[in-house]
């Protein structure tokens, strides 16, 4: 299963606004993109939890993510970006790869419990800010490549990460145009 396709190539999200959902995290300070996306993540706790369980499990249509899939969706990717931005600061311009946890964990996340949702985020969103808080001030333009083509900086990552916890909360509670 896969989100629906987008033309907007995301890499954008670090100096643009998403054309989707309008967050423009670049304008942000650095120092903030972690209390921001702590923030952010405590909006899926009230969605997940006053959400009726069956449509949590229920896609909009054809190819798009469940609920809890784009739940579980922003906790992998706070957790791998938080694991890039750590290499990145380890290593000058790592070359990672494009992140897919495969079939068999989408299926697993849509069976998951709401509440197990939550904390997964929350777990992620702490950890991401702690990483980005230990930053030091030459840190933020590191870069890490991704497939070898697409470049982002820490602090490119940071909005990165920003962004898919407020961009797929409103995708999974519909009011994404």
């Known amino acids: 299963m896969r989100d629906a396709p987008e033309a907007w190539e995301w890499e954008r999200i670090q100096s643009e606004a998403c054309?989707?959902?309008?967050?423009?995290?670049?304008?942000?300070?650095?120092?903030?993109?972690?209390?921001?996306?702590?923030?952010?993540?405590?909006?899926?706790?009230?969605?997940?939890?006053?959400?009726?369980?069956?449509?949590?499990r229920r896609s909009a249509g054809p190819e798009v993510w469940t609920p809890l899939q784009y739940a579980f969706h922003v906790r992998d990717m706070l957790i791998v970006f938080g694991e890039r931005i750590d290499l990145a600061c380890r290593e000058d311009d790592p070359a990672v790869p494009w992140f897919d946890p495969g079939d068999d964990a989408w299926r697993v996340y849509n069976e998951a419990e709401a509440a197990s949702a939550v904390a997964a985020i929350e777990r992620a969103a702490d950890r991401f800010s702690l990483i980005l808080g230990s930053r030091h001030p030459n840190d933020w333009t590191r870069t890490v490549r991704r497939d070898g083509v697409d470049q982002f900086t820490v602090a490119g990552l940071g909005c990165f990460g920003l962004h898919e916890v407020h961009h797929h909360l409103l995708d999974a509670n519909g009011r994404l145009p």
């Not at 309008?22 to 997940?48: K, M, S």
Request: hydrophobic share 40%.
């Open 19 to 56: 054309p989707q959902c309008g967050l423009d995290p670049a304008r942000l300070p650095v120092g903030t993109l972690g209390a921001n996306t702590v923030e952010a993540a405590a909006r899926w706790r009230e969605f997940l939890e006053s959400a009726d369980p069956g449509t949590l």
